[in-house]
T-cell receptor, first 115, second 112 residues
Framework: ETGVTQTPRHLVMGMTNKKSLKCEQHLGHNAMYWYKQSAKKPLELMFVYNFKEQTENNSVPSRFSPECPNSSHLFLHLHTLQPEDSALYLC??????????????FGEGSRLTVL | ELKVEQNPLFLSMQEGKNYTIYCNYSTTSDRLYWYRQDPGKSLESLFV?????AVKQEGRLMASLDTKARLSTLHITAAVHDLSATYFC????????????FGTGTSLTVIP
């Protein structure tokens, strides 16, 4: 396995469901991110975990709940979502510090549709 | 909040032609990245620009950074159909921690 992998690739859920998105990085990086990509809008940073600690939470509604059990895995728990939450959710990782470029490496994304 | 503006948002060009995509940003930065995204796919890193005057080239694409003007350009030389994609620039501000700010993207279509 290489890079950043996300599952599931596609998810359809009702507004009352609870589901989770999973991300795994095989790059040995120390930071992981969740981004939301909606049509005609810039990528929106949702959460950042650096060394497993959440360092950014950009005013994301509480119906989105991140979890980072270790430096290689990141989850996004979803509950009581709204139709406007339908989007592509991208996970990324990077290596921070030590003079690195800090480049983001993205997964393939999870396409979420909320009915 | 750091603002990143790309233009044009949409670009249709003929094969063999040259064109430039512009990325302007609103605050000091010394880290700028270019990404490519194909439809239904993830973002693929193209260039990392880490200093004023940096220039990187890969095939028909060349990126440059002018931190004083707060401007990066992505120049396309003799476009080919395979370059059709959406291109994003992303900026990390000097005083914004490690948060990446993305432009809205430039959707490029190369017409045979």
């Amino acid at each position: 396995e290489t890079g950043v992998t996300q599952t599931p690739r596609h998810l359809v859920m009702g507004m009352t469901n609870k589901k989770s998105l999973k991300c795994e990085q095989h790059l040995g990086h120390n930071a992981m991110y969740w981004y939301k990509q909606s049509a005609k809008k810039p990528l929106e940073l949702m959460f950042v975990y650096n060394f497993k600690e959440q360092t950014e939470n950009n005013s994301v509604p509480s119906r989105f709940s991140p979890e980072c059990p270790n430096s290689s895995h990141l989850f996004l728990h979803l509950h009581t979502l709204q139709p406007e939450d339908s989007a592509l959710y991208l996970c990324a990782s990077s290596q921070e510090g030590d003079g690195t470029s800090g480049e983001l490496f993205f997964g393939e994304g999870s396409r979420l549709t909320v009915l | 909040e750091l603002k990143v503006e790309q233009n044009p948002l949409f670009l249709s060009m003929q094969e063999g032609k040259n064109y430039t995509i512009y990325c302007n940003y609103s605050t000091t930065s010394d880290r700028l990245y270019w990404y490519r995204q194909d439809p239904g796919k993830s973002l693929e890193s193209l260039f990392v620009l880490l200093s004023n005057g940096a220039v990187k080239q890969e095939g028909r694409l060349m990126a440059s950074l002018d931190t004083k003007a707060r401007l990066s350009t992505l120049h396309i030389t003799a476009a080919v159909h395979d370059l059709s994609a959406t291109y994003f620039c992303a900026v990390v501000g000097t005083n914004t921690g490690n948060q990446f700010y993305f432009g809205t993207g430039t959707s490029l279509t190369v017409i045979p």
